[in-house]
């Protein structure tokens, strides 16, 4: 693990964290010269293995991003995003701890976020005391899993998020189906400040295979929110937008010829 200070120096003073070296206007934490192969979307082991320790050193960073110098802030979003765009040695986690920390700046529709009052990164509450926290928050994980973000809305709405690096998969269907039945049994029986009507389930993925978008069950579909990300280079940043937008014009195209026909037949 990288010494979150060390991180944190190297950000406000525009250096290099392994060389020290001023960082051109291009590079973002490190340098091109010691991660040639993250620079050019290339895996190694090496670099993979100092970039998975910069991770480690920014967790506690990132718990309250709010309270950062702006540079700081700034700087690890432009590094994170970079790791994130270039895909050979990005992680899930490094997908979950961004947009836990930056979630509200990123939304390419405004109208489209969905705002939280209190967020939590795979279940810690970070000391938290508040009832959601205390609560809800342990009841809402199987055995051997956790929603990746959890939100109480500003309505007293419940918001489950979980996100993957690559395309929807029958895993993230099931995953994020099995959350909601248990944040539905857990608004009912423990907390309930949580209307079990206002369970918002969110998916955030690389993209969605139409096939596996027509596969979800009618009742599901009716209420799950599903967004895709990519990486803006320009401006270093991860954007959300909402796929069902794109998924009801393709499932209209579709439908359409068997429509016309069925009307000529009248």
């Avoid at 010494?3 to 960082?23: D, F, W």
């Avoid at 700087?75 to 997908?95: D, I, K, N």
């Avoid at 529709?109 to 959601?132: D, H, L, N, V, W």
């Amino acid at each position: 693990m990288i010494a979150p200070e060390s991180i944190v120096r190297a950000l406000l003073e525009g250096r290099c964290l392994r060389t020290q070296a001023v960082l051109g206007a291009d590079e973002f934490l490190v340098s091109r010269a010691k991660f040639g192969a993250l620079y050019a979307g290339m895996k190694d082991d090496a670099e993979n293995r100092y970039i998975q320790a910069i991770f480690k050193g920014l967790t506690p960073i990132l718990n309250d991003v709010a309270t950062l110098d702006p540079a700081v802030s700034d700087g690890l979003r432009r590094f994170m995003a970079h790791v994130l765009y270039q895909r050979s040695m990005a992680s899930e986690r490094y997908l979950h701890q961004y947009l836990f920390a930056y979630w509200d700046d990123a939304w390419h529709y405004p109208e489209e976020r969905i705002a939280m009052g209190e967020r939590y990164c795979e279940g810690q509450a970070a000391g938290s005391k508040t009832p959601f926290a205390r609560n809800l928050l342990p009841c809402l994980g199987a055995a051997d899993a956790y929603p990746d973000i959890v939100g109480l809305g500003l309505n007293r709405d419940l918001v489950i998020v979980e996100l993957k690096l690559n395309v929807l998969d029958d895993r993230a269907l099931g995953q994020i189906l099995r959350y909601y039945s248990i944040a539905r049994a857990a608004c009912d029986r423990t907390y309930h400040d949580c209307d079990i009507r206002r369970i918002y389930p969110v998916l955030i993925v690389y993209g969605v295979p139409y096939e596996h978008w027509e596969a979800i069950p009618s009742f599901f579909r009716e209420f799950l929110h599903i967004f895709s990300y990519r990486v803006d280079p320009l401006n270093m940043r991860v954007i959300l937008t909402d796929t069902r937008r794109t998924l009801d014009t393709q499932t209209r195209e579709r439908w359409a010829p068997t429509l016309r026909s069925t009307r000529g037949m009248r």
